[in-house]
């Protein structure tokens, strides 16, 4: 399910994920509250002993991950997004970066084996309308190693809510920790933190088995 009337696909939202991005009206991602989290993660990913190469940014925005030093510094980093985010925020704000212009909710996912030895959803998961089938989707086009950050996870049933964003709405949601669990069962969980951003958001570090 597409729903073009989130602020995703507004231009008018490219222009706060801009001011978002510059750390106009809340901090520049690497000065975040929940930076240390994800920095945490991708610390423990033997990039080395794994022969690990590229990262997917799933949901980049404005592809700030790629520019943080601890991504420059250990891997060949792919933001990928709708074509507009790409052209009208990404591209404008780390202009240098690779990306790779998709719209997850209704692309072939094939291309994530070939280029995602580490695949990372920063709040991309969060704001899906349908997030559980989202992730397995993603998860199941996924070989090494994953990163969900800043996703809310809880005892109660699935559901997804509508919320403010950058100048329109996007959704929140909220995953049943079993229904998460049987979504990530290929995966071993390497390390769950939680984000500091309220009860039940976590962030997770996955390894798939191996067959």
Known sequence: MID???????????????????????PVLEKSSHWPALKELLEDIPVDKANIKFLLDLGCGAGS??????????FY?????????????ARKVNPVQSY?????????LKFLPTFGDVVVMNAFIDVMPD????LIDVLDNCTKYVIIHRQFVIDGPTNVKKTS???????????????????IRHFKIVKEIGTGLGKDNYSYLLERFKS
């Open 131 to 134: 997030p559980v089938n989202m």
């Open 65 to 74: 991950l790629g520019a943080a030093e601890i991504v420059k510094n250990n």
């Open 77 to 89: 980093y792919i933001g990928v997004d709708l074509s507009d985010v790409i052209v009208n925020v």
């Open 4 to 26: 073009e009337s989130t602020c995703w696909y507004n231009p008018k939202c490219h222009e706060e994920m801009i001011r978002g991005a510059n750390g106009e009206p809340w």
């Open 100 to 108: 790779l212009h998709c719209n997850m909710l209704n692309s072939n």
């Open 165 to 183: 964003s950058y100048g329109g709405f996007t959704y929140i949601s909220h995953i049943n920790r079993l229904e998460f669990d049987n979504a």
